[in-house]
């Protein structure tokens, strides 16, 4: 284990979590708050830890995959507790369980808060809460490594456990030029939401906080009905957005390219905007009947297959009122998740991809044992190792998720509770059903079910090995 | 700048591992995905599995944009065809491509201008060149030229018998009445870049910068021998050994090659009817004594074992007073191989890198930086660089005293129209020469960068 390659990364990772409390700041400023402070002091405590952090800390050691994934992890944990310093500050969530919970939810986006009335908290908390998101969406690393330059493969290491899916590619030969591509193209699509929501009415505050949400396919709602209270106009557009911000972020740089042909061979994208499709037009027929007209039911429909596909967790109706038949696909979406490559969560469409083939190659090896076939995708052959890692998250996403509900069960909750909390919490999403459906919240579960859901929240937003790699003993070993 | 390269083998992945220290977009396209691996694990480059003499892989590798495309597969022909492929498609980038079939190496002007290649590079011929280049001194042990070959920068270790112990820099130049000027200093792992009061040691190993004649003045007033070797003892009949045997003949030296396999043995008698041929294994100790071992005046182990090698240039430090040379091809263990003091030992893998990096930094002339060439030493901890000063600037206004320099740097000689000059307080650089800068701090990329 190198120590001081990682304290320097978490030391860097606090110093930007400070510049990222500034349009916090300054929004208490706009809106003349009294709780601006609170990032005042958030802000010293993130630059005091920093300093010896750094000062220790070695920018020229080369890191291998085990500091890296540490590395991720322990920023990640650093991360959330100085993030939710404003919280217990301000005293928006005295609690400090209760704040962890609502920063790690906002960090790692999935969305599920233990409030159950956000609209009495001050402003510049809740553009904290929804910034948190937009930080949390592409990934506080990436950041860290479109500013500074590590030695030589520390990169690569860096953004492999930090970036979702199950291959990480460079759009560029450097690290450093694709971390900027894709926070560009990120903040492009976030503005591009604000002006779509600003053309609609919103006022500007409620349509940054807005977009901030959907870019990091968040979900925080800044009224305590979510979304259901704003015009069908503007429910469009976050639903466009939101599967917008769940499509791999290659297409936007093959489409930036001019590359279309290239965007167009990804599979991965036909099938989540099929799935789309295809869950829209269950539902819409199944919910036939609940709203007045055609176009009410199919709007309502695809915003909740939007949120939960893309791992958001707006809502703008209470699904857990729906018929089982759309319970049943949202919750087997919560699971399928957004592409590989954005900013959503869940298993991800290209892994399920790369399982369904596997099966397939299995089931044909059954009819001609000697066949000889490679797995392939968007026109390539998929290394074997790739596959293998695929196999591996599968089964160690299944074991946690088991452990999970059976820890989190020790509460008393209903079945259906406890496994959709599990669900929405690992799979980044937010609400789930029953106690935890749209219209609730998290704030019921004891602390220990609290801490379980933050480690599945972190867990899942980080595919699960950076964070079983802190449990392991030989992680801390020197040798 | 973006580079493509393609084959990552040993020497791709050490130009890699050079050019990336530089800055440059690298990109690597090799047929194998494992061989790709370790290389952008390492490294910030990307990797790409595939031909590359396929358009689709350049394509895909951004082949318009790129600036350099360099061709170091196992494969002379796929060099060469990858070479043409990527300036067509990328509408004429630069080629660097290696060819070392020897039958090429003597067409390699027709290849490089109906084929449009701009450097050819043979690993093995190069390799030669430097043993050659080091036999003409046989006290240096590494020799880098400069200024069209007009100045050398040469590195040698202090042996008690110089009687240098303990001297100044400043005395030793006076004591020795010589023109040549210390540039680094390495004792104990640590390099210094000493002033005139810096006091020398033996055991060190300290490098110098003079012109050729100079340096081979400086030899005799330390009273080694800058005797000209007769004979040289080459083990092992390789590629190298052909192009390093013809180098020495050339220059009037006797050359024994011993070749263990007989076919090779009569391959070699036929392109090299004036070198003596010994068949018989190298690794033969009462062999090696019987052809003459304890006379040789140098020895040259590069057979295609790097064990073997190092073990070879051993066991003649032992028995005779010979100039070393082995070749370490594979391994990786500079530091250990550098403390068995064999003398010089020579990395063909680096030899091939460092002639490419030169090649990208003058290409980079024409785009900003002015360096003219770069050599690393010392376990790449100093650089020496050629710059080409274009401009008045801060760099011309003052003598050189009165300049703020950076620490850690010196300005080692300027070359003026033609003409090699030792840089003196009172000098002044000038609008067209030559300033060889040595220095440990790196990422020069313009002479104003050593002002402070």
């Known amino acids: 284990m190198n120590g001081p390659a990682i304290t320097f990364i978490i030391g860097w990772v606090l110093r930007l979590e400070a510049a990222l409390m500034v349009p916090s700041w300054l929004v208490s400023h706009i809106y003349r708050e009294q709780e601006g402070w609170v990032f005042g002091v958030a802000m010293a405590v993130c630059l005091l830890l920093s300093i010896p952090l750094i000062a220790a800390g070695k920018k020229r050691k080369l890191f291998q995959t085990r500091e890296g994934l540490a590395a991720v992890a322990l920023s990640w944990i650093a991360l959330s507790v100085c993030g939710a310093i404003p919280f217990v500050l301000s005293g928006a969530i005295p609690d400090p369980v209760d704040a962890l919970f609502e920063t790690v939810s906002g960090f790692t986006t999935t969305g599920a808060s233990i409030l159950p009335s956000v609209e009495r908290l001050p402003r510049c908390i809740l553009f904290w809460r929804s910034f948190t998101h937009w930080i949390g969406g592409m990934g506080v690393l990436v950041f860290l490594l479109s500013v500074i330059r590590l030695a030589g493969g520390s990169h690569m290491n860096l953004m492999k456990a930090e970036s979702p899916g199950p291959s990480v590619g460079k759009l560029t030969p450097k690290v450093q030029s694709t971390a900027k591509i894709l926070y560009g193209i990120y903040i492009a699509l976030t503005l591009l939401e604000v002006l779509f929501l600003l053309a609609g009415g919103m006022s500007m505050f409620d349509s940054l906080a807005t977009s901030l949400g959907t870019a990091g396919t968040g979900g925080f709602g800044i009224r305590d009905d979510s979304m259901a209270s704003y015009s069908p106009y503007l429910q469009n557009v976050v639903t466009v957005f939101m599967i917008l911000f769940g499509i791999n972020f290659n297409v936007y740089f093959f489409l930036l390219c001019k590359k279309v042909k290239q965007a167009l061979r990804i599979e991965e994208l036909w099938w989540y905007l099929g799935v789309i499709a295809a869950s829209v037009a269950a539902i819409s027929w199944n919910v036939r009947g609940f709203y007045h007209t055609a176009g009410e039911t199919v709007r309502h429909a695809a915003f909740q297959v939007a949120t939960v596909i893309t791992t958001s967790g707006f809502s703008t109706v209470d699904f857990d009122l729906w018929p089982s038949l759309s319970k049943t696909i949202l919750v087997l979406l919560m699971f399928i998740g957004a592409c590989a490559g954005s900013t959503g969560g869940g298993i991800k469409v290209s892994r399920l991809l790369i399982l369904w083939k596997s099966v397939r190659l299995e089931c044909r090896r059954y009819l001609h044992p000697q066949e000889v076939r490679t797995l392939r995708m968007d026109g390539h052959g998929v290394d074997g190792e790739v596959v293998r890692s695929t196999h591996m998250y599968m089964a160690v996403y299944l074991l946690l998720f088991a452990v999970s509900v059976l820890a989190i069960s020790l509460d008393g909750k209903d079945l259906i509770t406890n496994f959709t909390a599990v669900a929405a919490t690992f799979n980044n999403i937010g609400p789930g059903l029953s106690l935890v459906g749209p219209v609730h919240n998290f704030g019921f579960f004891s602390p220990f079910a609290k801490l379980v859901l933050i480690f599945d929240m972190l867990a899942g937003r980080l595919e699960l090995f950076p964070m079983l790699m802190l449990f392991l003993p030989q992680t801390w070993k020197r040798f | ?452």
């Open chain 2, 1 to 452: 700048m973006q580079i493509i390269i393609v084959g990552c083998g040993k020497v791709g992945k050490t130009i890699a591992e050079r050019l990336s220290a530089e800055d440059h977009d690298l990109i690597m396209i090799d047929l194998q995905g494992k061989k790709l691996q370790p290389v952008t694990d390492a490294l910030d480059v990307m990797g790409i599995e595939g031909n590359g003499a396929s358009i689709s892989v350049l394509m895909d590798a951004g082949i318009e944009k790129t600036d350099l495309f360099i061709a170091v597969t196992g494969s002379d022909e796929l060099n060469l065809f990858c070479c043409l492929m990527a300036r067509k498609a990328s509408g004429g980038c630069k080629t660097i491509a290696r060819v070392r079939n020897p039958l090429y190496s003597q067409e390699i002007g027709f290849i490089k201008e109906q084929l449009g290649i701009s450097m050819v590079i043979n690993p093995e011929l190069t390799a030669a060149s430097e043993i050659a280049r080091l036999l003409r001194f046989p006290s240096a042990i590494k020799i880098d030229p400069f200024a069209k070959g007009r100045a050398e920068l040469l590195n040698l270790k202090l042996r008690p018998e110089f009687g240098l112990d303990g001297e100044t820099v400043m005395k030793m130049v006076s004591k020795l009445h010589t023109r040549v000027l210390v540039c680094t200093v390495e004792r104990e792992g640590k390099v210094y870049i000493p002033n005139g009061e810096f006091v020398l040691r033996d055991g060190d190993l300290i490098s110098i910068m003079a012109t050729p004649q100079d340096a081979s003045d400086f030899f005799v007033k330390l009273g080694v021998s800058s005797k000209r070797i007769h004979n040289t003892l080459i083990v092992g009949g390789g590629a190298i050994a052909v192009y390093l045997t013809r180098r020495l003949q050339e220059m009037g030296i006797d050359v024994h090659i011993v070749e263990i396999d007989p076919k090779r043995c009569e391959a070699l008698a036929q392109q090299l009817p004036h070198a003596t041929i010994l068949n018989g294994d190298g690794a033969d100790q009462d062999f090696l004594l019987s052809v003459g071992l304890e006379r040789a005046e140098s020895f040259v182990a590069i057979t295609n074992m790097d064990e073997e090698n190092l073990l070879l240039a051993l066991f003649a430090k032992k028995n005779s007073d010979a100039k070393l040379v082995a070749k370490v091809n594979r391994i990786a263990f500079d530091d250990v191989i550098d403390s068995l003091d064999l003398g010089s030992v020579i990395y063909p893998k680096y030899l091939t890198a460092d002639y490419i990096v030169q090649y990208v930094r003058a290409m980079q002339n024409s785009i900003g930086s002015n360096v003219e060439t770069l050599y690393k030493l010392m376990d790449d901890r100093v650089e020496a660089l050629e710059f080409r000063v274009r401009e008045e600037s801060g760099v011309t206004a003052k003598t050189l005293s009165e300049l703020d320099l950076k620490k850690g740097l010196l300005i080692a000689c300027i070359h003026r129209r033609g003409q090699v000059l030792y840089p003196r307080g009172q000098n002044r650089i000038q609008v067209g020469d030559s300033v060889i800068v040595v220095t440990t701090t790196k990422g020069f990329r313009d002479i104003r960068d050593i002002l402070r």
